[in-house]
């Protein structure tokens, strides 16, 4: 499936602080934390706990959550199927980034070994 500009647009617009709780819920009812959360979003992002918090109060949006963080060298081993998008053939940067934290989130709750999640 490939993503049109509008789709885009949206991931773009929608702020970080309306999603996080989804990732929490998602994690937490399969059994993760929200630490081992908050180690996947830092390798993705460099984003620690404390600054995370500081986007989520902040309310940035995607566009600007993406922007600022320092994308892990690794990021472009993460592939796969997501929301029903391949993750290497989605041509937008920001649509792939918010994607690629999708993947990650969701091998989190399907349980998958840490080491490779984070690409080791």
């Not at 617009?13 to 934390?33: A, C, D, L, N, Q």
């Not at 081992?36 to 109060?57: C, M, N, R, S």
């Not at 309310?59 to 993750?87: D, M, Q, S, W």
Request: hydrophobic share 35%.
């Amino acid at each position: 499936m490939k993503t049109t500009p509008e789709h885009n647009e949206r991931i773009a617009k929608m702020t970080f602080s309306s999603v996080y709780p989804h990732y929490i819920t998602k994690v937490e009812s399969k059994g993760r934390t929200i630490e081992e959360l908050h180690q996947v979003i830092e390798w993705l992002t460099g984003f620690d706990a404390q600054k995370l918090q500081e986007l989520i109060e902040e309310k940035v949006t995607f566009e600007t959550f993406f922007k600022n963080a320092k994308l892990n060298p690794n990021a472009h081993l993460i592939t796969g199927v997501i929301c029903g998008y391949r993750i290497e053939e989605i041509e937008n940067p920001l649509t792939k980034q918010a994607r690629y934290l999708d993947k990650l989130i969701d091998e989190l709750a399907k349980g998958r070994k840490m080491e490779k999640i984070l690409r080791k």
